[in-house]
């Protein structure tokens, strides 16, 4: 965070910084070189969409996007969740990459921004595929594990919404995802706020979920039931494969 870089500035001062890279040029290097030349017309649509509104920091990175779509092809997932939607950058991602007939649970507190993203969504011929669900994901979690069919029923989940209620997603999503299946946990590296001493200056929402992120990121390390992969994309994102 505090180093500098080879042009002797020390942008990477405060926590928060976006890149976890040794630069932003390197950072820019991926996304100019292997990202955006190969990104679809409608993520490139729904990305510079996403730009302009306020809290575009929430959004999934460019290079992230392209990783999620490369995993769920890879594992061949069909039946998703996505908890976190935002303006839809990572539901789009996983909408693109699934088969025409798979599903994707996906919820969100906040409908107003996923509606932002819908119209992109359809045009780009990938909305049947979506169920989404306004409120908060737990109760909908708690909901389905009431039903036996639910349990073991999901390839796919990605966790990108409150981080002070990871550890209480992970408990039910280990009995919804199938043995093999993955949950992938976002933004495990909180701005690389897990490396900082405690008197680094951040900022105030850093500040606050970092404990819960090193605690998640402690519980996934200790966790019998999966087998885990933490990986410096974007925020840093936290693979769990789940294996009884
Ligand atoms: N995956 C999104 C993307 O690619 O743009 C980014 C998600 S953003 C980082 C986090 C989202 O979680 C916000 O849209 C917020 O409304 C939502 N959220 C916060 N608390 C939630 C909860 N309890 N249940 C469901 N969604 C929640
Ligand atoms: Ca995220």
Redesign the pocket.
Same mark, same amino acid.
């Given at each position: 965070m505090a180093s500098e870089n080879q042009n002797g500035d020390r942008r990477h001062q405060e926590v928060g910084h976006k890149s976890l890279l040794q630069s932003d040029a390197l950072y820019q290097y991926i996304l100019e070189t292997s990202v955006y030349p190969r990104e679809p017309e409608a993520m490139k649509e729904l990305r510079e969409i /996403?730009a302009k509104h306020p809290w575009n920091l !929430? /959004? /999934?990175s460019a290079d992230e996007g392209q990783f999620l779509n490369m995993l769920l092809k890879l594992i061949n997932a069909k039946n998703t969740m996505? $908890? *976190?939607?935002? /303006? *839809?950058?990572? +539901?789009l991602a996983t909408a693109l990459a699934l088969p025409d007939d798979g599903k994707i649970l996906a !919820? =969100? $507190? #906040?409908r107003e #921004?996923y509606e932002i993203g819908l119209p992109v969504i359809q045009k780009a011929g990938v909305a049947h595929k979506i169920d989404f669900h306004e409120?908060?994901? +737990?109760p909908v979690l708690d909901q389905m594990i009431e039903d036996e069919k639910n349990h073991g029923s999901f390839d796919f989940v990605?966790v =990108?919404?409150?981080k002070d209620?990871y550890i209480n997603y992970h408990k039910r999503l280990l009995e919804l995802v199938r043995v093999g299946g993955v949950i992938a946990y =976002?933004n495990t590296l909180w701005s690389g706020s897990v490396v900082a001493p405690p008197d680094a200056p951040m900022r105030k929402y850093i500040r606050y979920y970092r404990d819960f992120v090193l605690e998640l990121n402690k519980a996934l390390a200790a966790d019998p039931r999966i087998e885990i992969c933490q990986l410096p994309v974007g925020d840093g994102v936290t693979l769990c494969r789940r294996i009884k």
């Open positions: /996403t !929430m /959004t /999934t996505e $908890i *976190g939607v935002y /303006t *839809g950058y990572s +539901l !919820m =969100d $507190i #906040n #921004n409120g908060p994901a +737990l990605f =990108d919404a409150d209620n =976002d």
